[in-house]
């Protein structure tokens, strides 16, 4: 599966705390065709992390469908979808989420140790995932070593190092400096245009959200049509 | 085995906490290993080998502190398979002064049954035959020639507390091999000396002539002097040794409680770390999870994580047990309780029994921590992430 369509069909989630019911998602129908890279945007708390754990199987809906490629992933089991996940996503986190005792190689490498690959294997795999992010020359170098936007292309190394169909991606420019962020979405852009690889990314920043070839809103749990303050930050950011 | 790499960072990821807490269990196993062999001394017959398992004490029915008649030894001599008999008496003198550094066994014995009866213990022909030639000489253990540093030929003085008369005895020959802490000297030397009491003795040590025979033998002894005035208690070496440590209490026992108590602490001092180092790490969990990590791997890995440090602390534990064992035995050697410092050794059933125990450790410590982890919920942990 080298390129997934999402199909997320009459989605909704409900959270329960006590005897308290809180629809976080309300009846969300969304298709994402292969090798798009899509911006959700919305206020915090409409939902659009919620939206984005399902679609990368760490969460399931109360009601509806999540189809990946031919799979419906909303119906498969606990280690099926950690099976499914290892194969077929990639996730970048806001705060990158290194495992600060691992080096840069170990930390890429992660995702390659449930595979069946040698160590050899292993290692052609991992370098090769971090010069596509341009970080060859800091293989052994640990978290604590690099800058926030060197960690994050880390991180990006370890989402596609195991080649997946599908990257998810929260927030991956939110702790970034402008420059650091730009490097981070152009990369991204090239994982799309170049890789093929169908990207959800979830924002806050206009400007990510221009990097993308489309966009959705979220607002309470309900898909809408962007705003036309942010149909102009768009634009003024694509001009 | 590709997932020990990830294992052994995360172990050592606080190397401060890691290595406390291999210090306690270093300490654990050390306790361990020297309480087992401690057990292994006292029920032991290793170091005293096969003579050791055919040689009797008699002592008198009531107690060490009631002396027997020396006529008793020609009847004992008379029962078959008795191949000697020496009366002993146990001196309990002075010797410098009363500190317990000071204290040292001084037997008097019959020279010329003594080597019969301790064949297990080595001493030059020619020292042997001075000290059964001499009344007033005495021989004397490995251990106390390296303390004391006597010479061949040398006096020494022992003021009597016990039996009231002092020892003024020379130094004829060393012996070495099994119990090295006292010293023998004729028992006529007492005859002479001691006043009423020279046709007594404190007990018989004698030997026979296979282990087989022990139990027939005792018995036979038993029975003999059932109805007289001076009844008797025959037993085994063993068990006469044994019974200076029942005079302290239930020793096994108490050794065993320590031993389980000591473990039951470090169990919780392990998993204390273990849940400590998995609580902190709730993120991290949540994101390998993510990548497709299965529940049953993380489980594996946390437990692995416990069982690897507690392998390595008791890995290390018993290679420190090794020379803290020997300064132990050079301790217990100028002990009263010397002759178990002579059937002291780690066996290696036991190094493999602290092994095992480590593992006990490391999978009783590790498995709460490594069954939460498990179950952590990726979206909730992924939340905790800073």
Redesign the interface.
Known sequence: MNQAQIQIDRVSKVYRRDAIEIPVLREITLLVPPGVFRALLGPSGSGKTTLLNLMAGIDKPTSGRILVGDREVSAMGESELARWRAEHVGFIFQLYNLIPVLTAFENVELPLLLTRLSRKERREHVKTALSVVGLADRIDHYPRQLSGGQEQRVAIARAIVADPAILVADEPTGDLDARSADEILDLMRRLSSEYQKTIVMVTHDPRAAATAQRMVHLDKGVLTPATPHEMMDLRGVRS | M??F??VW??V??KKTRAFLTMGSIILVMVLIVVLVSLLDALAGEAAMGTLGASRIVVQHATGLSNFLPLAYRQKIEQIPAVLGVAPEIWFGGTYIDQRPEHFFGQLSTDPEIWPLINADVAIDPQQLRAWQSERDSFIAGQQLIDRYHWKLGERIHIQGSYILMDLDLVLRGVYKGRDESNIFFNTKYLENSWAGRSSQTGIFFLRVRTADDVPRVTEAINQMFENSDAPVKAMPEKEFNLQFLEMMGNVKLLVRSIAIVVLFTIVLIVANTMAMSARERV??IA???????????VLRLVLSEALVLSLLGGLAGVVVAFPFAAFLVEVMKRSPVAPFAYNFRVAPLTVLTAMAISVVIGTLSGFVPAIRSSRIS??NG?RQ??
């Open positions: 590709k997932f790499h990830l960072k995360n050592f990821r993120g991290e994101v390998i999870r993510a990548l497709g990590f299965r529940s049953g791997q990726i979206v992924l992430v800073v």
